[in-house]
């Protein structure tokens, strides 16, 4: 069966190059093995959800490439979860509860100081109809825990209960449901956790592997427990390692750091985001990769490291160099144009250039060297000057080739005697105003003869 993945983000912000990692792990899975991939917005959030942040996020995954194969968005599912959550309820598998948030608090504390672990004790369980009736009465409104399946007989006598699965990324994994509290599924004011909204599409959706974080790891056998008192078989689940800042710290929507669209306003390609997203953490050396199908032959989730891999920017900046130069005109030429280089030079141009741009905009500065007109021509003095005569008298004739360089310098070494940097740096700074740059050989043909005698003149 092709498998069946989504990526799930809240639409709270611009998605960085940490939620990136899980789009792409997802969407390179399933569309190797002839899969779906699904987008779906965790937009319950009224208060931080904005239509932009989402309108931003599928541009962001279309700008990378991949596009999904369907979108969802939670807010329109309030039907499939009250519906859910009733289904439960009718089990006795959800069950209310009265205490508020400072009351759980200082049982916590209570429980860590006599050095138990700091698990919810199922008071509310103990509640009779007309106890639940009086707190109602009072102005207390309940929210609503999921009973996890960790007792033979008695909720309040919990036993060891373990949740097995085969991680896709870190292997086999356990959890114990007697070591966690029961959670909470609805809140007081009736609104949705993560939890029951996520197992709920997950299932209804018919997705098949979840490939996400690994702090979402304890939260599994919660899910496991959920799907199957729902009736639902569980997904095959697998946890990759998170980006953290050089500091050590996550990674934050909020924050906008790292983000998908800064990267791309910065003039950053995609694949090289998507390259270092999906390869730091990876065995295997971290380089530019030109294409997501090429990405997907480089990507193993058992090769993940279990640890945090920590997000360098000098990385993007060194494998964006890195695909650059080995772009082909005709990923360029769209951009050339809106440069204005000459169309019947612009293939030549981009060839000349391309090893000395950092960033595909880094041509419009070369456009106006081998075009245009020099800001400031440079003054030479000395021999130097009577060096750039002598070579004006000896330029060729056009038509020019690459091999007019050659021919031209070779007359000139004859002429003055002058050779290596001597012969050259003068000739590159007067043509260019730059002490380094494209091979000479391949601008001449393309400054023209006019331009590089107007030039030579006035050093």
Same mark, same amino acid.
């Given at each position: 069966? *092709?498998?069946?993945?989504?990526?799930?983000?809240?639409?709270?912000?611009? /998605?960085?190059?940490?939620?990136?990692?899980?789009?792409?792990?997802? +969407?390179?899975?399933?569309?190797?093995?002839?899969?779906?991939?699904?987008? %779906?917005?965790?937009?319950?959030?009224? =208060?931080?959800?904005?239509?932009?942040?989402?309108?931003?996020?599928?541009? !962001?995954?279309? +700008?990378? #490439?991949?596009?999904?194969?369907?979108?969802?968005?939670?807010?329109?599912?309030?039907?499939?979860?009250?519906?859910?959550?009733?289904?439960?309820?009718?089990?006795?598998?959800?069950?209310?509860?009265? @205490?508020?948030?400072?009351?759980?608090?200082?049982?916590?504390?209570?429980?860590?100081?006599?050095?138990?672990?700091?698990?919810?004790?199922?008071?509310?369980?103990?509640?009779? !109809?007309?106890?639940?009736?009086?707190?109602?009465?009072?102005?207390?409104?309940?929210?609503?825990?999921?009973?996890?399946?960790?007792?033979?007989?008695?909720?309040? $006598?919990?036993?060891?209960?373990?949740?097995?699965?085969?991680?896709? =990324?870190?292997?086999?994994?356990? =959890?114990?449901?007697?070591?966690?509290? !029961?959670?909470?599924?609805?809140?007081?004011?009736?609104?949705?956790?993560?939890?029951?909204?996520?197992?709920? !599409?997950?299932?209804?959706? #018919?997705?098949?592997?979840?490939?996400?974080?690994?702090?979402?790891?304890?939260?599994?056998?919660?899910?496991?427990?959920?799907?199957?008192?729902? #009736?639902?078989? $569980?997904?095959?689940?697998?946890?990759?390692?998170?980006?953290?800042?050089?500091?050590?710290?996550?990674?934050?929507? &909020?924050?906008?750091?790292?983000?998908? %669209?800064?990267?791309?306003?910065?003039?950053?390609?995609?694949?090289?985001?998507?390259?270092?997203?999906?390869?730091?953490?990876?065995?295997?050396?971290?380089?530019?990769?030109?294409?997501?199908?090429?990405?997907?032959?480089?990507?193993?989730?058992?090769?993940?490291?279990?640890?945090?891999?920590?997000?360098?920017?000098?990385?993007?900046?060194?494998?964006?160099?890195?695909?650059?130069?080995?772009?082909?005109?005709? $990923?360029?030429?769209? %951009?050339?144009?809106?440069?204005?280089?000459?169309?019947?030079?612009?293939?030549?141009?981009?060839?000349?250039? &391309?090893?000395?741009?950092?960033?595909?905009?880094?041509?419009?500065?070369?456009?106006?060297?081998?075009?245009?007109?020099?800001?400031?021509?440079?003054?030479?003095?000395?021999?130097?000057?009577?060096?750039?005569?002598?070579?004006?008298?000896?330029?060729?004739?056009?038509?020019? *080739?690459? @091999?007019?360089?050659?021919? +031209?310098?070779? $007359?000139?070494?004859?002429?003055?005697?002058?050779?290596?940097?001597?012969?050259?740096?003068?000739?590159?700074?007067?043509?260019? #105003?730059?002490?380094?740059?494209?091979?000479?050989?391949?601008?001449?043909?393309? /400054?023209?003869?006019?331009? =590089?005698?107007?030039?030579?003149?006035?050093?």
């Amino acid at each position: 069966m *092709s498998p069946i993945v989504r990526f799930a983000p809240s639409p709270t912000g611009y /998605i960085h190059i940490g939620n990136l990692r899980t789009a792409l792990l997802n +969407w390179l899975f399933a569309k190797a093995r002839g899969g779906t991939f699904i987008l %779906r917005f965790d937009d319950t959030d009224t =208060v931080r959800s904005r239509a932009e942040y989402a309108d931003a996020i599928l541009e !962001d995954l279309a +700008w990378i #490439g991949t596009l999904p194969d369907a979108v969802h968005r939670q807010s329109q599912r309030l039907a499939s979860y009250d519906a859910a959550m009733e289904s439960l309820k009718a089990k006795g598998l959800l069950y209310p509860c009265y @205490e508020t948030a400072e009351e759980l608090d200082r049982q916590r504390k209570r429980l860590m100081a006599r050095g138990l672990p700091p698990v919810y004790g199922r008071a509310a369980l103990k509640l009779g !109809d007309a106890d639940r009736a009086a707190l109602e009465a009072s102005g207390v409104t309940p929210h609503w825990r999921f009973l996890l399946p960790n007792f033979a007989s008695d909720p309040q $006598a919990p036993e060891r209960t373990e949740v097995h699965w085969d991680d896709l =990324v870190r292997g086999p994994q356990t =959890v114990d449901l007697a070591s966690l509290s !029961d959670p909470v599924l609805v809140r007081e004011d009736g609104s949705y956790l993560y939890t029951p909204c996520s197992v709920v !599409d997950d299932a209804e959706m #018919g997705v098949t592997h979840i490939i996400r974080g690994d702090d979402h790891v304890t939260n599994t056998g919660v899910q496991v427990a959920l799907f199957e008192a729902l #009736g639902h078989a $569980a997904p095959a689940f697998g946890h990759h390692n998170l980006l953290t800042t050089l500091d050590g710290e996550g990674l934050s929507k &909020r924050s906008g750091a790292l983000s998908l %669209r800064s990267l791309r306003a910065d003039g950053i390609e995609p694949m090289s985001v998507a390259s270092l997203a999906t390869l730091v953490g990876l065995s295997g050396s971290i380089e530019a990769v030109e294409s997501l199908e090429a990405l997907s032959a480089r990507v193993d989730l058992s090769d993940i490291s279990a640890s945090a891999s920590k997000f360098d920017p000098a990385e993007v900046e060194r494998l964006n160099a890195e695909l650059v130069h080995g772009l082909g005109f005709a $990923a360029v030429a769209d %951009r050339l144009a809106a440069m204005d280089v000459p169309d019947d030079r612009a293939e030549a141009f981009w060839l000349a250039v &391309r090893a000395n741009c950092a960033r595909v905009g880094d041509a419009a500065a070369w456009r106006d060297i081998v075009f245009g007109t020099l800001p400031k021509p440079l003054e030479f003095t000395g021999e130097d000057r009577d060096f750039l005569a002598v070579a004006v008298d000896l330029l060729p004739l056009e038509p020019w *080739s690459r @091999e007019t360089w050659k021919e +031209w310098t070779g $007359a000139a070494k004859a002429v003055t005697g002058r050779k290596g940097k001597e012969l050259f740096m003068p000739l590159r700074l007067a043509l260019t #105003g730059r002490e380094h740059g494209p091979e000479l050989a391949e601008l001449l043909p393309l /400054i023209g003869r006019e331009r =590089v005698q107007s030039r030579l003149q006035a050093a």
